[in-house]
């Protein structure tokens, strides 16, 4: 009777390390998704702090005309010499 009692006790340990087995293997899923997750919010926190930057940068740059104001320096009439 002892051989068998063996037996059964290896069948509940080799159950017990199948359900450790699927438990590891569920924390390891759950640690990547967790890896996963901590790699969105840095690439979020990255841009959300160039996107401040370039706000603050854009407030404290002085106001520009329009894009399509050209300016012909060489245009006729606008002589500032004084030798005339």
Do not use: C, W
Not at 17 to 42: A, F, G, N
Not at 62 to 84: F, I, K, L, S
Request: aromatic letters at 6%.
């Amino acid at each position: 009777m002892e051989v068998e009692e063996l037996r059964i006790e290896a069948r509940r340990r080799d159950s017990e390390m199948d359900e450790m087995r699927r438990e590891l293997e569920q924390l390891r899923k759950r640690e990547s998704e967790m890896d996963d997750i901590h790699r969105q919010m840095l690439q979020i926190s990255t841009f959300m702090t160039q996107f401040q930057t370039s706000q603050r940068f854009a407030a404290s740059a002085p106001p520009r005309g329009p894009e399509n104001d050209h300016v012909d320096t060489y245009a006729e009439g606008d002589d500032y010499d004084d030798d005339d």
